[in-house]
């Protein structure tokens, strides 16, 4: 087994952090802005008609959500759509000559996605806090399912990156898998509102133990306890990350 | 003790589309250390996969490729930190600037800590004044030194230049020459592919020619061009040659080019332009170059 050499990675790393960062106002100011207009809309509109968990205040359910659906899609945006981009320019070949191994490309893409992740869901909490103040019960769920989730979402896009071949393969991917999953997650509403059969289908939604975990670290109450979504996110986690090293190793789509 | 080749490719071949098109077929020699090597043939002849198995960037159907030793496939980290590559494609990364670039591709062979290097390659490349533009705003020919620059930054004993002057200016690829050929003296190994045979005809040490995947010459290009020295004359006119003669002309516009092995040829040639009223301008007499020989080669070579 070939060992698990890093170097480089951290330069591959810092890239990929200043690449989103020169243009942070597409990349961090406009998912941010999204956020808010949901909060505005949706919690403008149901504010008064809905309590969440018997006692939590809608907007305040809301926040939580938006700021880790933000998290979960500026993660897979930045390393599926630096690598489509790379590719379809033809610059990937600088760092395909290197001699990086598939390990420091996993670990750099996918940190970088994390710290976008992050940047991003930063942002939104910061805006969208004034609104309703959510709580603080237990602060390291929050920091756990927010990296394993941006972690989860950053290796999802590199499969992405690495296997659509063009624009609009990747936008198929982002429209039709990523984001019904993020919605139907339980980012607008408590999953225990829906009728039998559209609960138990939000069950087989890896998303929604994300959504529903990081929840729980502002709440302290959630849908399913924490401790399952963390189990269910951690196997996702592992099992995506896995294919996506495989997939470096081969060079799949990358080296013919 | 025989010396460590600075390129060896033994038995490479490549085949695609499940075994259908052929690109390489059982390519094998050594590049030596110190050598400024001359990779020639027609689009298509399998250069570009060539250079692609050396560098990872594809994986060969059969046969191995080494660099100082060092496989490309199982010993790639060290293969691939000891080649410089540039690449044939006019790519850059639009997010940085010309240092920014250069910094970051040094990173990822782990070197840091260059920018006296990085100084000294952007004032060999010309490039001094364009460090901190973004690589958006090059023209193209100053793309094409970043790429040399890029492919330069971690020291790497082996070079590759892969078309390296397809749309560069004349006075450019003169830099770009002397900066390359210093190199070479100062003991890096070259192979180098071009279209320009004359850029061959100048630099290379040995030259191999590929048509359809197979080498079909490897030689010293002094041996190359003494093994046919035969003579050209070339010279205008406006008529059209006399059939005996039109056989074995080259014709570009008004300038023929036709061989003769000795005197007693140039003069019959001439004698029969002569009978045939053809009148001629510029005569020159000259040895055959680098272009008569790769023509005369791949018009022979195996079909």
């Not at chain 1, 505005?40 to 809905?50: D, M, R, S």
């Not at chain 2, 004993?157 to 900066?179: K, M, S």
């Not at chain 2, 079909?216 to 059939?243: C, I, Q």
Request: glycine share 10%.
């Amino acid at each position: 087994m070939s060992a698990i050499r890093l170097a480089g990675a951290r330069t591959l790393f810092r890239k990929e952090v200043l690449r989103f960062w020169k243009v942070a106002f597409q990349t961090i100011g406009a998912p941010v802005l999204t956020a808010v207009l949901y909060l505005l809309v949706f919690g403008h509109t149901l504010a008064n008609h809905v309590k969440v968990y018997g006692q939590v205040d809608y907007v305040a359910f809301l926040i939580p959500g938006l700021v880790m659906m933000s998290v979960l899609q500026n993660a897979f945006a930045n390393a599926s759509s630096s690598l489509i981009q790379s590719k379809i320019t033809g610059n990937l070949v600088f760092l395909l000559v290197t001699p990086l191994s598939h390990w420091a490309w996993f670990v750099a893409y996918v940190g970088a996605a994390i710290v976008r992740g992050l940047a991003v869901g930063l942002g939104v909490m910061i805006v969208t806090v004034w609104f309703a103040p959510p709580g603080l019960e237990a602060p390291w769920w929050i920091l756990i399912f927010a990296v394993l989730g941006a972690g989860l979402m950053g290796a999802l896009g590199l499969i992405a990156g690495l296997w659509a071949e063009k624009f609009d393969q990747m936008a198929a991917f982002q429209n039709f898998i990523v984001m019904p999953l993020t919605f139907l997650s339980g980012v607008f509403y408590s999953v225990h509102s829906l009728p039998p059969l559209w609960l138990a289908v939000s069950h087989a939604n890896p998303f929604f133990y994300m959504i529903d975990g990081f929840r729980h670290g502002f709440f302290g109450v959630s849908d399913v306890s924490p401790w399952i979504s963390l189990g269910i996110v951690g196997v996702a986690f592992v099992a995506v990350s896995g294919v996506a090293l495989e997939l470096l190793r081969r060079g799949y789509k990358i080296r013919h | 003790m025989p010396q460590i080749p600075a390129i060896s490719f033994q038995n490479v071949s490549k085949t695609y589309r499940g075994g259908q098109v052929r690109a390489l077929d059982g390519v094998s020699f050594d590049i030596e250390p110190g050598e400024f090597f001359g990779l020639l043939g027609p689009n298509g002849a399998g250069k570009t996969s060539l250079i692609s198995i050396l560098a990872g960037l594809s994986r060969a159907s059969g046969g191995s490729v080494k660099v100082l030793g060092h496989d490309v496939v199982d010993d790639y980290a060290a293969a691939r930190k000891a080649l410089g590559i540039v690449p044939q494609e006019l790519v850059f990364d639009p997010f940085f600037s010309v240092r920014e670039t250069l910094r970051i591709q040094a990173g990822y062979f782990g070197v840091h800590g260059v920018d006296d290097w990085i100084d000294e390659l952007l004032s060999s490349l010309g490039l001094a004044d364009k460090a901190n533009a973004n690589m958006r705003q090059l023209s193209g020919g100053m793309k094409r030194r970043v790429l040399v620059a890029q492919a330069l930054v971690h020291r790497p004993p082996v070079i590759v230049l892969d078309e390296p002057t397809a749309g560069v200016d004349v006075e450019l690829r003169q830099t770009l020459w002397q900066f390359i050929a210093r190199l070479n003296r100062e003991g890096h190994a070259v192979l180098l592919t071009t279209h320009y045979l004359e850029e061959a005809e100048a630099l290379c040490g040995r030259i191999a020619m590929l048509k359809q995947g197979r080498i079909v010459a490897l030689d010293r290009t002094s041996s190359l061009l003494s093994g046919r020295a035969s003579t050209m004359l070339r010279f205008k006119t406006d008529h059209a040659l006399p059939e005996s003669v039109a056989g074995q002309a080259r014709v570009t516009g008004r300038i023929a080019q036709i061989k003769a092995h000795d005197a007693a040829e140039v003069e019959s040639i001439l004698a029969t332009l002569r009978g045939a009223g053809c009148a001629i301008e510029d005569l020159e007499i000259g040895r055959a170059d680098l272009e008569d020989v790769f023509l005369e080669i791949m018009n022979g070579a195996v079909q």
